[in-house]
């Protein structure tokens, strides 16, 4: 049988010692601006969406459209 990956039920969140992992929430912008912020040196060098450093509201904006999708 054949699921489509949406149709499927996964456990949120994945929990472990050293992780936790769960989708993307509704205020997490201020983390995900703090950690592109903090690497943005690294970053820009590989990543072709780190032209600019974010705002914070771009990182809300972000998050958002994550949760949504």
Do not use: C, Y
Not at 22 to 32: H, L, S, W
Request: avoid cysteine.
């Amino acid at each position: 049988m054949n699921l489509k990956p949406i149709l499927l039920d996964l456990p949120a969140p994945i929990t472990t010692p050293r992780l936790i992992l769960r989708p993307p929430q509704v205020g997490d912008g201020i983390a995900v601006n703090k950690a592109v912020l903090e690497s943005f040196d690294t970053l820009k060098q590989f990543m072709p969406w780190a032209k600019e450093k974010p705002s914070l509201a771009d990182s809300e904006e972000f998050v958002r459209q994550a949760a949504a999708n």
